[in-house]
């Protein structure tokens, strides 16, 4: 049987592993997670992804009792199930589990779920359609917490919408999407929202950005409006699943991607970056 999933102590297939009942991620979802995507058994930028994760758990006060070492270790058992192929690995650290209670006290025993699964290697050439929907998310947007339930109900929209991923926009400003980054390319200029509490710091939106640093594409980290967005030469789409992808168009407002060579040239650098690093 393959062990594709590890909580508390136990290793096991995803169908059977037993969660806690009383776990405060199933009464608040009182928690935090990250995900990462590998292949070859080897994580891409395992470090960023680690290092956020333990940085969200401080910001919400939540103290792991395992460190970094033994955390790559489960992920090690698990990779092995997968051999050789793609994979998406999500890690997941609520509070504690005890009796449903909105207040929390100072320590308790924190719970760790962690999951893997074997996934179509990224391309780099996907190509989006997006629509915008409004903002109703929380105020804590750059903490990766397991509260989700906008970035749900933004999806479904986008679905009912024959849309492949929402955008979401605060008043007149874009912010993200309901589980990616939005950027957008300007006169050969890639603009993407700065980094505050109403986007998270995504891994892929670092990596882009380091890619438009080696290259010499100018960035900047500025507010750009549903105006801008719709007026861009080009729309890049960041993930941890996609890496990047290229939009299309945003309800139904077409961009012209078949005549651009940036944003593919981005997409594809990034992709090149992943599969060096994941080689074999």
Do not use: W
Not at 118 to 146: A, F, S
Not at 173 to 192: A, F, P, Q, Y
């Amino acid at each position: 049987m393959t062990k594709n999933a590890y909580y508390n102590g136990a290793f096991g297939n995803i169908s059977e592993i037993k969660l806690s009942l009383t776990d405060r991620a199933v009464f608040f979802g009182d928690g935090i997670y990250d995900a990462a995507i590998g292949r070859c058994g080897k994580i891409f930028m395992a470090k960023e992804h680690i290092r956020r994760f333990f940085s969200n758990a401080r910001r919400i006060g939540i103290t792991p009792t395992f460190g970094e070492s033994e955390l790559y270790g489960i992920f090690s058992k698990l990779i092995s199930s997968v051999s050789d192929r793609c994979f998406f690995l999500y890690f997941q650290l609520s509070r504690y589990s005890d009796e449903r209670c909105h207040s929390y006290p100072e320590s308790g025993k924190s719970n760790l779920l962690v999951t893997i699964k074997e996934i179509p290697e990224p391309t780099g050439m996907d190509i989006l359609r997006l629509t915008v929907c409004e903002d109703i998310r929380h105020g804590m947007c750059d903490v990766k917490t397991l509260n989700l339930l906008p970035s749900v109900l933004a999806a479904k929209q986008a679905t009912l919408r024959n849309a492949d991923e929402a955008v979401f926009k605060k008043g007149d400003i874009i912010t993200e999407c309901s589980h990616s980054n939005v950027h957008i390319i300007k006169d050969g200029r890639l603009i993407t929202h700065p980094l505050d509490s109403s986007i998270l710091p995504g891994i892929s939106r670092y990596h882009l950005l380091s890619v438009c640093r080696r290259t010499g594409v100018l960035t900047e980290e500025r507010r750009f409006s549903e105006k801008e967005l719709l007026t861009a030469d080009e729309v890049l789409v960041t993930s941890t699943s996609r890496l990047a992808a290229r939009a299309e168009s945003t309800d139904g407002h077409p961009y012209g991607i078949s005549d651009s060579t940036l944003g593919a040239r981005l997409c594809m650098r990034m992709y090149e970056d992943f599969i060096g690093h994941t080689a074999k």
